[in-house]
């Protein structure tokens, strides 16, 4: 085997059979679940055991952080969505119409991860909204952690059943 060989295995587009697939959806779900609106999820545990100076730092980092995210979405919020929607639609279109593997677990990635950056939205808006802070304001960080990891496992769940199917399809007609 040669060094091309090796680099077309290395990188290969049937992503289902690509063990670098599975460890890119591993970290992206890990880290979706281990960051929650900017702030790492040990920081809201650490305020939550030790109030008082982590605490305090706690709410400054999800004030800088959805005060970004709510300019961000104010200033751009329609062009983002409108990028989203054509680049889902494009991936949906490509990957299960014309049966693109690549486009298929591109979306695959990419569709929960809008879900997730939907949740966050409506998370820090609604922090803003109602001037959640202190204990209240991990709770709320804590639920939306859960909800990401809920829509995680169902997309580890979708991913890799879809994945067994393509694998299966290829096996049996290749």
């Not at 008082?52 to 400054?60: I, K, P, R």
């Amino acid at each position: 085997m040669d060094l091309v060989d090796t680099l077309v295995e290395l990188i290969d587009l049937r992503s289902f059979s690509n063990l670098w697939f599975w460890i890119a959806l591993a970290v992206m779900w890990s880290s979706a679940s281990h960051w929650v609106l900017g702030v790492p999820i040990d920081m809201v545990y650490r305020a939550k055991r030790h109030g008082g100076q982590a605490e305090q730092d706690l709410e400054d980092v999800v004030r800088g952080n959805v005060n970004r995210l709510i300019y961000i979405m104010q200033v751009s919020g329609a062009w983002l969505l409108a990028l989203v929607c054509f680049v889902l639609s494009g991936l949906l279109v490509l990957g299960f119409f014309y049966h693109v593997e690549f486009a298929q677990a591109a979306f695959l990635l990419a569709f929960p991860l809008s879900l997730v950056g939907v949740l966050t939205r409506a998370t820090a808006g609604r922090i803003v909204r109602d001037g959640i802070s202190g204990t209240e304001l991990q709770q709320v960080l804590v639920r939306c952690r859960l909800y990401i990891q809920m829509i995680g496992t169902v997309s580890i769940f979708v991913t890799a059943m879809w994945g067994m199917y393509q694998n299966l399809q290829l096996g049996f007609l290749g």
